[in-house]
């Protein structure tokens, strides 16, 4: 990681995006390289600056800060994504983690911590606004119950977790690639492939699993 970490701002209230621009161009070796009201304009300057670290507003218009996201996993851009949001509830928490956000931030907190959370995530950690760190805690108990029960759940790759966590909620396969900007033979093919690594047979085999374990996954 080069000294000086780029970063990207997305969210629709400018005098809130000039608030946080300022607190975190006063940290040295930060720069802000582009600003943006929309999710749309974000994925636009990080597909052309491809900077180290993108905060982005869940609550946009138009394309909100999980498309954003996805758009950014489907071109396989390297850049951190830390989501601001004032949602506090565990489903969105999780949701957000699936996707492979790295770091998730209450607005309520972001002036005093969007500086840890950048630094963070360019070192290639994880930041968590400390509020949450129960669903943190949850959401490893429900990964090593599955592990335990389910041994061979640690074969899949991070995709197919995350197909298998659609599936439990009971999305259709074009859902599912439509959600995950994904064509709908890849889809069938991340099926075929979880079928295979934990050895289910018959009819809807992979559906029965994935509703029996929802809760876990």
């Given at each position: 990681?080069?000294?000086e970490?780029?970063?990207?701002i997305?969210?629709d209230?400018?005098?809130?995006?000039?608030?946080?621009?300022?607190m975190?161009?006063?940290?040295?070796g930060?720069?802000?390289?582009?600003?943006?009201?929309n999710?749309?304009?974000?994925?636009s300057?990080i597909?052309?600056?491809e900077p180290?670290?993108a905060v982005?507003?869940?609550d946009?218009?138009?394309q909100?800060?999980?498309?954003?996201?996805?758009?950014?996993?489907?071109?396989n851009?390297?850049?951190?994504?830390?989501f601001?949001?004032?949602?506090?509830?565990?489903?969105?928490?999780?949701?957000?983690?699936?996707?492979?956000?790295?770091?998730?931030?209450?607005?309520?907190?972001?002036?005093?911590?969007?500086?840890?959370?950048?630094?963070?995530?360019?070192?290639?950690?994880?930041?968590?606004?400390?509020?949450?760190?129960?669903?943190?805690?949850?959401?490893?108990g429900?990964?090593?119950?599955?592990?335990?029960?389910?041994?061979k759940?640690?074969?899949?790759?991070?995709?197919?977790?995350?197909?298998l966590?659609?599936i439990?909620a009971e999305?259709?396969?074009?859902?599912?690639?439509?959600?995950?900007f994904?064509?709908v033979?890849?889809v069938?093919?991340?099926?075929?492939?979880i079928?295979?690594k934990?050895?289910l047979?018959?009819?809807?085999t992979l559906?029965?699993?994935?509703?029996?374990?929802?809760?876990?996954?």
């Open positions: 990681m080069s000294n970490i780029q970063i990207i997305a969210d209230h400018p005098i809130f995006r000039r608030g946080l621009r300022a975190i161009e006063s940290e040295p930060f720069t802000v390289v582009g600003e943006a009201d999710g749309e304009k974000a994925l300057l597909t052309e600056f180290d670290i982005l507003d869940v946009m218009p138009g909100d800060g999980f498309e954003t996201t996805r758009a950014v996993s489907k071109l851009l390297a850049t951190g994504l830390i601001l949001t004032m949602h506090n509830t565990e489903s969105m928490f999780n949701a957000a983690l699936d996707l492979g956000v790295k770091g998730y931030v209450l607005k309520d907190s972001a002036l005093p911590e969007i500086i840890d959370a950048i630094r963070a995530v360019a070192d290639g950690r994880n930041y968590i606004s400390p509020p949450l760190s129960t669903f943190l805690v949850q959401r490893s429900r990964s090593d119950r599955l592990v335990r029960h389910t041994p759940i640690q074969e899949l790759t991070p995709a197919e977790r995350n197909i966590k659609l439990a999305k259709t396969t074009r859902q599912i690639a439509d959600e995950l994904i064509s033979r890849t069938d093919r991340h099926r075929a492939n079928i295979s934990l050895a047979h018959g009819g809807n559906v029965k699993f994935a509703l029996t374990h929802r809760s876990d996954l």
